[in-house]
């Protein structure tokens, strides 16, 4: 699968949500997202973790957090998580 690149100046929250959501049910795409820490109110800077699933409800994305040892899995709403990256 051919990694997408995307300028966080051209590309707007709902655009985001809907290419996050999209990726996230289509089988042969896998979602990695780089964040910084401090804006979940988290130890550390950047940092990369996969995303597991959409929320609706709640408008929030799952991150899976690749140091499960430090930090487990979270739900973080659209607009913060937009904020982080």
């Given at each position: 699968i051919p990694?997408?690149?995307?300028?966080p100046a051209r590309l707007t929250l709902s655009q985001m949500r809907f290419d996050l959501q999209s990726a996230l049910v289509d089988p042969d795409s896998r979602v990695l997202v780089n964040?910084?820490?401090?804006?979940?109110?988290q130890l550390g800077g950047g940092h990369f973790s996969p995303l597991g699933a959409y929320?609706?409800?709640?408008?929030?994305?799952?991150?899976?957090?690749?140091?499960?040892?430090k930090y487990p899995p979270v739900w973080v709403g659209v607009e913060t998580l937009w904020e982080a990256m």
């Open positions: 990694p997408r690149n995307v300028d964040y910084d820490r401090k804006a979940l109110g929320h609706a409800p709640t408008d929030s994305f799952l991150i899976m957090d690749v140091a499960k040892y």
